[in-house]
């Protein structure tokens, strides 16, 4: 009888264990399956890139594309004196420089022309230089630094010829004298150990006082290079005169 009661009550003690721990599985089984549906509606943080990209910025004023809002001559102009005039552009914003814009004619100019005015501006100035043809109508085109154009007019000069052109022949001297003769104006140049002179275009001649010639040497080039002169452009003979 004792053996009886001792096996009912170790059967009713493990059925009760094999519920609890059915129960304690259910349980885990539903947290389990609430906890992964949980993050199945949370949007995946991790992805590397955006999956909607902002809207375009818009440009600062720096950017903003220039107008001509009035040029000399004027557009469809008539008359215009064939010589060396300057042509004006206006514009609406700041040109920063010489490198925000391209300027062209058609036909080509019989010379070239520069740009003369300085920048940040709100204006182009074109001098051409040596004229321009009789009778000619020219169309002048303002494009931006990408090539496209912001700006494009004519205009017709006369038929009575220019007077001659001054400012074509005294930029021609001057770039020939920046070429063959760049120390024209630091010439003759004295020192206690040479004399230096233009003997002739790109030549120069130097005098020496005193006997050490590496010494007077190393002193012209010296010379040279402190006016931003490559040395190396123009031939030197060395004369003795001590």
């Given amino acids: 009888m004792n053996m009886e009661k001792l096996f009912y009550f170790l059967g009713a003690h493990k059925t009760m264990l094999l519920f609890a721990i059915t129960g304690a599985a259910l349980v885990s089984l539903f947290w389990a399956f609430f906890i992964f549906n949980k993050r199945q509606n949370i949007p995946d943080q991790s992805l590397p890139f955006p999956t909607a990209y902002p809207s375009a910025q818009k440009p600062s004023p720096s950017q903003v594309p220039f107008q001509a809002v009035e040029t000399s001559p004027q557009n469809n102009e008539k008359n215009v004196y064939p010589g060396e005039i300057e042509v004006s552009i206006f514009t609406n914003v700041y040109i920063q420089s010489n490198k925000s814009f391209i300027l062209e004619f058609s036909p080509p100019l019989p010379y070239y022309f520069k740009i003369t005015n300085t920048f940040p501006a709100k204006q182009v100035i074109a001098k051409i230089y040596g004229g321009l043809q009789t009778n000619t109508t020219y169309t002048a085109v ?9 700006y494009s007019w004519n205009f017709t000069t006369s038929i009575t010829p220019a007077q001659s052109s001054s400012s074509l022949q005294v930029d021609k001297e001057k770039a020939y004298l920046e070429k063959y003769y760049p120390l024209v104006d630091y010439t003759p140049y ?18 020496m006082k005193i006997s050490d010639r590496e010494k007077v040497k190393q002193e012209v080039i010296d010379w040279i290079k402190s006016h931003g002169v490559d040395p190396t452009t123009h031939s030197i003979n060395y004369i003795n005169s001590f």
């Fill in 142 to 150: 303002l494009k931006d630094s990408f090539g496209k154009t912001v």
């Fill in 190 to 207: 004295k020192t206690g150990s040479f004399d230096i002179v233009y003997k002739t275009k790109s030549t120069l001649e130097v005098k």
